[in-house]
């Protein structure tokens, strides 16, 4: 089984190795760092599943972004995967996929395992 095109076809995810950041049309990458390219592999992944549709998706991304500037994100774009991975998170635990309790835990367990991390080693849970 392959990976799933996203909507707009541009990349496939299947085909970008571990911890490769791809580049966009001019040369720069699509993504500033790999979590928010694992971020676009599973949304996109969740959908195809249909575990939510696309319009879903851009929804309620769209109500995170919203939200983020009505409490003074100034919408420069460097915040846009964390609005993203915001968005994921609330469709997950709506669709059932995940819930509120095992989302936080997970995301505790992350912080801590990246906050005893050292500089430049790999981060993994325990």
Same mark, same amino acid.
């Given at each position: +089984?392959?990976? %799933? =095109? %996203? ?22 990458? /699509?993504? !500033?760092?790999?979590?928010? !390219?694992? !971020?676009?592999?599973?949304? /996109?992944?969740?959908?195809? =599943? ?15 972004? @919203? +939200?983020? =500037? ?8 460097d ?13 997950c635990?709506? @669709?059932?996929? /995940?819930? =509120? ?11 801590? !395992? ?7 080693? %790999? /981060?993994?849970?325990?």
């Amino acid at each position: +089984m392959t990976d %799933p =095109q %996203p909507p707009d076809g541009t990349h496939r995810l299947g085909d970008i190795p571990p911890g490769h950041i791809p580049p966009g049309d001019d040369g720069s990458p /699509v993504f !500033a760092a790999p979590w928010e !390219a694992s !971020a676009f592999a599973i949304t /996109v992944r969740l959908s195809a =599943q249909g575990h939510f549709t696309w319009d879903e998706w851009t929804a309620t991304l769209s109500e995170e972004i @919203r +939200m983020a =500037q009505r409490e003074g994100d100034p919408d420069l774009g460097d915040t846009y995967y964390k609005h993203w991975l915001r968005a994921l998170e609330r469709l997950c635990i709506a @669709r059932g996929l /995940v819930s =509120q309790e095992e989302a936080s835990d997970r995301k505790d367990a992350w912080q801590k !395992a990246y906050l005893n991390t050292p500089h430049g080693k %790999p /981060v993994e849970l325990i």
